[in-house]
């Protein structure tokens, strides 16, 4: 069977369900992939959109294709490392919509795929600028705003925590602290009526994904479907789980179904870890 079979067959059984009717998400991080599903998904489940990143014209794409879906999305480009744009990015949201329900933290730097004592303490500096401290000031920013409407925050994490091989370690040293991050803003901001919770997929069957195992693919003389069955291999499901099938996972946690789900740490990876 082909390895996309493997993938599509789920998600041709889901249908949309009104799980986000109304409610106002600012999701940072809008890329290809999981980002563009993150929005796209919502909006199939009623919510409306504040885009951020930094490209306008890609922002100003994805904002069309959820308004043909009939609902609103407010582009605000911003450098989400930078206090003044983070600011900024902030008014700008709350002037366009007047409520805020959920904050998704999905944008992510890549660190260096090295050994973590041969990695240069200035990287993993720039590169948790977008994955930790980006984070942790949206929240604080938006952190008002997610009261009024007793909100929560999502923050995109990975399954590489679960993994051990050196050269992932920068990457685990990202997501290993914005877990941690995620649990004291789950504490400190329950009291307010906030709930902060994580999604963490293993290999999402996407773009980068694909591009990345063609290269396995091309270094071990192999095909891509022998490195697609590889990587799925470990999982319960036999597959890997497709960008709209995290992204959905992700939202049932902005929606009033997990109204009592805070602290918490979703795996979405078809079985790969039993956590």
């Not at 082909?2 to 600012?26: C, F, G, M, S, W």
């Not at 911003?78 to 998704?104: G, K, S």
Request: charged residues 20%; proline residues 6%.
């Amino acid at each position: 069977m082909p390895a996309d079979a493997h993938v599509t067959e789920p998600a041709e059984n889901y249908r949309p369900v009104p799980l986000l009717q109304d409610k106002v998400i600012v999701l940072s991080g809008v890329g290809p992939g999981l980002g563009r599903s993150l929005a796209l998904e919502a909006a199939r489940m009623g919510a409306d959109l504040v885009l951020v990143s930094r490209t306008e014209r890609k922002l100003e794409k994805l904002a069309a294709e959820i308004r043909a879906l009939g609902r609103t999305a407010a582009v605000v480009p911003a450098d989400i490392t930078d206090e003044a744009q983070r600011v900024t990015m902030v008014e700008r949201a709350t002037a366009a919509f007047d409520r805020i329900d959920c904050l998704i933290n999905n944008a992510f730097a890549i660190p260096p795929m090295d050994p973590i004592t041969q990695i240069d303490p200035a990287a993993l500096r720039v590169v948790n600028e977008t994955n930790v401290f980006a984070p942790l000031r949206l929240s604080a920013l938006f952190a008002d705003a997610l009261a009024a409407s007793r909100g929560s925050i999502i923050m995109l994490n990975s399954c590489v925590s679960y993994s051990s091989q050196p050269e992932y370690s920068g990457y685990k040293l990202s997501k290993g602290a914005l877990a941690h991050l995620a649990s004291s803003l789950a504490t400190e901001l329950g009291p307010r009526g906030i709930r902060v919770n994580s999604v963490a997929p293993s290999y999402v069957y996407e773009d980068i994904n694909k591009a990345y195992f063609d290269w396995l693919a091309s270094q071990a003389g192999v095909t891509h479907d022998d490195i697609y069955r590889e990587k799925a291999a470990p999982t319960d499901l036999q597959r890997l789980a497709a960008p709209e099938e995290v992204a959905r996972a992700a939202l049932f946690l902005a929606s009033d179904l997990a109204t009592a789900v805070t602290g918490q740490m979703l795996t979405v990876d078809c079985g790969e870890f039993h956590r």
